[in-house]
């Protein structure tokens, strides 16, 4: 599945730093939260807010990143991405 990010929304860790988190608006209006933590690390948030805006990243295991009713709740999540979840950024030519 490829997705194109077009405005960075905020981040931020979690109070007891088990997590942290970007928030993404897509193009299709919908928000996209990428996942991160210190066992499992950062990457994907990493290779994503480095980026240019507008930017197209594939996503390899779509069916792991629908958003539970808590992430649709509090970040407005439609997609979530843990940070196990391979994702490639697609280049513009």
Request: some cysteine; hydrophobic content about 35%.
């Amino acid at each position: 599945m490829n997705i194109t990010l077009t405005k960075l929304i905020a981040n931020g860790i979690a109070e007891d730093g088990s997590s942290s988190w970007t928030r993404f608006k897509q193009a299709k209006g919908e928000n996209v939260i990428f996942w991160g933590s210190p066992e499992d690390g950062t990457r994907n948030i990493d290779a994503v807010k480095h980026q240019k805006l507008p930017v197209t990243i594939e996503i390899d295991s779509p069916e792991n990143c629908a958003a539970s009713e808590y992430e649709k709740s509090k970040y407005g999540a439609s997609i979530s991405i843990p940070e196990n979840t391979w994702i490639q950024i697609i280049p513009e030519f």
